[in-house]
């Protein structure tokens, strides 16, 4: 995360205020590493099943000429399951069946839904409640460091 300019730096400062240490949750877009967006994703991908608590794996349609890769991440669109990551655990092309790790916990009992691929995000809470901040002589921020974990 970069916070380049005084008013970009006094919103992240304000942002770790707002969470008040491991208080509070928060959401983390995940960088395009963790996406489906590199190489392009064009769509989201459709699920054409239901997906009972459990499942590790569904038929997806709605992308296309488009691969999704082993090691993408996608949420959910159950709103109890938004911010929870799913890695999925093989490589598939449209119309076949993605694999994914953990089990889903939250059931999805309509089909054609889609999950969201190309900007998936992760629930937060930092570990502890403190987060350093190091400052330069005009008093903007030269590093800062934090440590979070996906809250389940």
Known sequence: MVASGLIAQKALEAFFVMLEGRANEFELQLPSRFTSEF???????????????????????????????????????????????????????????INFKPAIRVAENLPNFQIEMIAPKVTCRLTGDITEFQYDEQGLITRYSLEFEEVL
């Open 39 to 97: 190489p392009d994703l064009g769509n989201n991908p459709t699920v054409t099943t239901s997906a009972p608590v459990g499942t590790t794996s569904f038929p997806i349609t709605g992308i296309g000429t488009d691969t999704i890769y082993a090691g993408s991440f996608f949420n959910m669109p159950n709103p109890t399951e938004l911010g929870k990551t799913y890695v999925v655990t093989n490589t598939v092309t449209n119309g076949g069946t």
